[in-house]
């Protein structure tokens, strides 16, 4: 497979195919670890063991684990500041 390098910003990025990143397990936002050979020839990008979060963002499993026990939800008045009408 050949690909190119394309500037993103201040940085090089490589488009990796999605059958690639399959066979790895991988998707979006995916935490890898990205590491040269002994020799400096190759790049090695492998699964990382730290758990990922979804797209940068908090995993809704995580968030409610952490939910004190007997949480209740409550609605609080915020009031009104200006011409708001509900």
């Known amino acids: 497979m050949t ?8 940085s ?4 990796l195919p999605k059958t690639l ?6 998707e979006n936002g995916a935490v890898v670890e990205v590491e040269l050979t002994p020799k400096r020839d190759a790049i090695i990008v492998k699964p990382s063991q730290v758990r990922s979060r979804v797209r940068g963002r908090h995993r809704i499993e995580d968030l409610v684990a952490a939910m004190p026990k007997g949480y209740k939800a409550a609605e609080f008045d915020w009031g009104t500041s200006g011409r708001e009408v509900w």
């Open 21 to 26: 990143l399959s066979a790895l397990g991988l």
């Open 12 to 15: 090089q990025g490589l488009r």
């Open 3 to 10: 690909t190119t390098l394309q500037a993103w910003g201040n």
